[in-house]
């Protein structure tokens, strides 16, 4: 696998916030998107998450000069204002880094940076970065998720470092420390990990010396792993989206699934109108997942695709274009309900600009 395969990371949390402000004028442009004020820098795999205040943390990434140094700097989308504003920068320069928003609402980055093992943490109230406790290994491409008691649940690794592939560590924000937990039943590298409704951890996906098709569920109170059901074909880089049914969507190439937590098994899907990768997937109000950009073949795209869940509905429906084909770009979830897409890659370098999407 190329090495250019390896340097992106995607993060999405979720939260909630109120405003009294009228936001800034934005660009309509046709079904429902409107081009939003472009960041103060421009990035690509970086990472981005809704805070408790409804503004949206962007951090680091790859910027215009080089693919492989992260950059530092961290800055805020403000919707009520529809502004981007810096804030305090990264310890050390970070692409392909995890997020994860903590219980304390503070936020989480982690892995790929100056030794890959290295986490810290951002606090809203002074807009400052601080190192918190290390991982033992380093890690590129990690996955978190936050488990149900409050600890963050870490996967996913280097695949030139075995070490790193197969251990699993969990965060505990009370202590700022790691702690090893069993493995999972493969190594896996660019897997993709989620929480499901249950309280268990979905991890399925990636690669090792061999892409994966298997998957492997971990149950925090028990901390042990579970093989469940396989995919129907291998997997890396793929989105895995919680839908409000509790199933979960996955979606790679042109091709996508889904899998039923109380059967433990996969059901294959219409193929979509178009393969993509480094695309985003992100969880609509009404249940629909808004599939966004990406690349197919060489070609970064602009379009972007529906899925609608519901029985007997076509799966696909092709939605609006983007303002400019982005992947490795960032979508998140309002507390509006609109879609904040930020930033990315297009077939020449990093991008500042942002658009927003109107369900």
Same mark, same amino acid.
């Given at each position: ?25 934005? +660009? ?15 990035? &690509?795999? /970086? ?35 529809? /502004? ?12 392909? /880094?995890?997020?994860? +928003? ?9 892995? /790929?940076?100056? *030794?890959?093992?290295? @986490? ?32 963050? !649940? ?35 590298? +660019?897997?993709? $990990?989620?929480? !499901?409704?249950?309280?268990?951890? $979905? ?5 090792? *010396? ?32 919680? #839908? !409000? &049914?509790?199933?979960? #969507? ?7 699934? #889904? ?17 993509? *990768? ?42 609006? +274009? $983007? ?7 960032? @979508?998140? #979830? ?14 020449? *370098? ?10």
């Amino acid at each position: 696998m190329k090495k250019t395969r390896l340097l992106w990371m995607l993060a999405f949390v979720v939260g909630c916030a109120a405003g009294t402000e009228s936001p800034a004028p934005a +660009q309509t442009r046709p079904s429902g998107l409107s081009v939003a004020e472009s960041m103060n820098t421009p990035r &690509s795999g /970086h990472t981005a998450v809704l805070l408790a205040s409804g503004k949206v943390l962007v951090s680091g990434g790859s910027g215009i000069d080089s693919d492989s140094t992260g950059l530092r700097s961290s800055e805020l989308y403000d919707p009520i204002t529809g /502004h981007w504003s810096p804030t305090g920068d990264l310890n050390e320069g970070r692409v392909a /880094h995890g997020a994860v +928003q903590l219980s304390s609402g503070k936020v989480m980055v982690l892995g /790929h940076g100056l *030794q890959g093992y290295r @986490a810290e943490l951002y606090d809203p109230a002074s807009g400052t970065w601080a190192y918190t406790g290390s991982m033992s290994v380093g890690r590129i491409y990690p996955r978190a998720v936050l488990l149900p008691g409050g600890k963050v !649940l870490v996967a996913g690794g280097d695949p030139g470092n075995p070490a790193t592939s197969g251990s699993i560590e969990l965060y505990d924000e009370g202590t700022g420390t790691w702690s090893a937990t069993s493995a999972a039943p493969e190594r896996r590298m +660019q897997p993709a $990990l989620v929480l !499901l409704p249950t309280g268990k951890a $979905l991890l399925s996906g990636g690669y090792y *010396q061999a892409y994966s098709a298997s998957a492997a569920l971990y149950d925090p109170a028990t901390s042990t792993w579970s093989s469940t059901g396989s995919m129907s074909g291998p997997r890396d880089n793929h989105t895995a989206t919680v #839908l !409000l &049914s509790g199933k979960v #969507l996955v979606v790679s190439g042109a091709t996508a699934e #889904l899998y039923d937590p109380e059967t433990g098994t996969w059901r294959s899907l219409p193929p979509l109108p178009e393969a993509r *990768q480094y695309h985003t997937a992100t969880l609509l109000p009404s249940g629909q997942v808004l599939i966004a950009g990406g690349r197919n073949e060489g070609v970064t795209l602009a379009t972007a695709v529906l899925f609608d869940p519901s029985p007997g509905a076509n799966p696909w429906s092709p939605t609006f +274009q $983007l303002s400019e084909p982005r992947h490795h770009h960032t @979508a998140t #979830l309002l507390p509006s309900g609109q879609v904040l897409i930020a930033g990315g890659r297009n077939d020449k *370098q990093s991008i500042a600009s942002a658009e927003l999407y109107s369900p």
